[in-house]
């Protein structure tokens, strides 16, 4: 798959909340997936798509999501970016929170091999 | 000019340094301009041209730039998005960061009407 396509086929699924059948699909094994800072779900870092998907797990067993709009994807060569805007509650501590995102994805031979978040501060 | 065109006249411009030409050149009157939070620069959203560019003269001014890296654009539809990595040394206090950051603009009839700015914590 062409980058363009990677790009629509991962938007068209976190669209409809399929997020784990994007990774299955759309995600190399050896993913490298980059937080802005560590997290309860684990380190800055995730490497392998085991622990990617286990991060996704605990994102969603955590996350009441109120709203998701996700922008079309905005292409390069070989790397893509998606603006995300969520409005969750975290259930652990029953905080409603506004988040607004970009997300950087590297493909190579069809695959997503990293990607990383950049966030914009709830509240500012 | 189109999405693509600007996107990539901006790109060029910035990996020259030539911010302020980019500005003169590329945005419309009306920008906004928006950071994740408000800093000593002014608010977390700039609104107009001219409060661009004291923003840009500020950052100029307070920051030595040792590198900067500035990806090729990536382009959606009047949207386009570029992943900037600058390591730079804060004049007022003398410290050195790496920043990461994403910048996603907006553009309407050939003129960028708004640029936000996404980051990467510093040293996570």
């Known amino acids: 798959m062409a980058t363009e396509d990677v790009a629509n086929r991962l938007v068209q699924l976190c669209r409809k909340g399929k997020n784990k059948k994007a990774i299955d699909e759309l995600y190399s094994k050896d993913i490298v997936s980059?937080?802005?800072?560590?997290?309860?779900?684990?380190?800055?870092?995730?490497?392998?798509?085991?622990?990617?998907?286990?991060?996704?797990?605990?994102?969603?067993?955590?996350?009441?999501?109120?709203?998701?709009?996700?922008?079309?994807?905005?292409?390069?060569?070989?790397?893509?970016?998606?603006?995300?805007?969520?409005?969750?509650?975290?259930?652990?501590?029953g905080q409603r929170n506004k988040m607004v995102e970009m997300a950087h994805y590297k493909v190579k031979k069809g695959k997503i091999v990293e990607e990383q978040f950049f966030y914009h501060m709830p509240g500012a």
């Open 34 to 93: 980059i937080e802005p800072v560590a997290g309860p779900a684990g380190g800055a870092v995730t490497e392998g798509i085991e622990g990617v998907r286990k991060k996704a797990e605990w994102w969603e067993e955590n996350n009441e999501v109120h709203s998701a709009e996700i922008s079309k994807p905005m292409v390069g060569r070989g790397e893509f970016a998606v603006r995300m805007e969520y409005e969750v509650t975290f259930k652990p501590t």
